[in-house]
């Protein structure tokens, strides 16, 4: 967001007005807040929000063992939904095998 905050302003604005929407309509208490944080932000392989939403959970009461489960969590959600994605694109292995494949990635 520093390029943005320097050539498109008026985007980092409008994310900074989302964040202040969000935090007005929370429904959730901060634990459970921060521990859908955490789980999003190793999926999304961002260091700075992990380390942000763990000390946050962290601060909100979250002890290691619930620290543990989170991670331990997201990990196995991310295997299954890797695992079912995976299965799917090659399915036709057969075929992939044999070279019935048509992919955008041979020209």
């Known amino acids: ?10 985007f ?9 929407l969000l935090a007005s309509k929370n429904v959730l208490d901060e634990k459970t807040f921060q521990f859908i ?15 942000k939403h763990f000390k946050g959970a962290l ?3 979250a002890t290691m063992e619930e620290l543990s489960y989170i991670l331990a969590l997201t990990m196995r ?3 299954g939904a ?3 994605w995976t299965h799917d694109v090659i399915g ?4 992939i095998v044999l070279g019935g494949v048509n992919c955008e990635c041979r020209k």
Request: net charge negative.
């Open 59 to 61: 601060d909100a009461g």
């Open 1 to 10: 967001m520093r390029m943005l905050a320097e050539f498109f302003p008026e």
């Open 92 to 95: 036709e292995w057969k075929q």
């Open 12 to 20: 980092t604005a409008v994310m900074d007005n989302m964040d202040a």
């Open 82 to 84: 890797d695992d079912c």
């Open 77 to 79: 959600e991310a295997a």
């Open 37 to 51: 944080c955490l789980a999003l932000s190793i999926k999304a392989r961002s260091k700075p929000c992990v380390l």
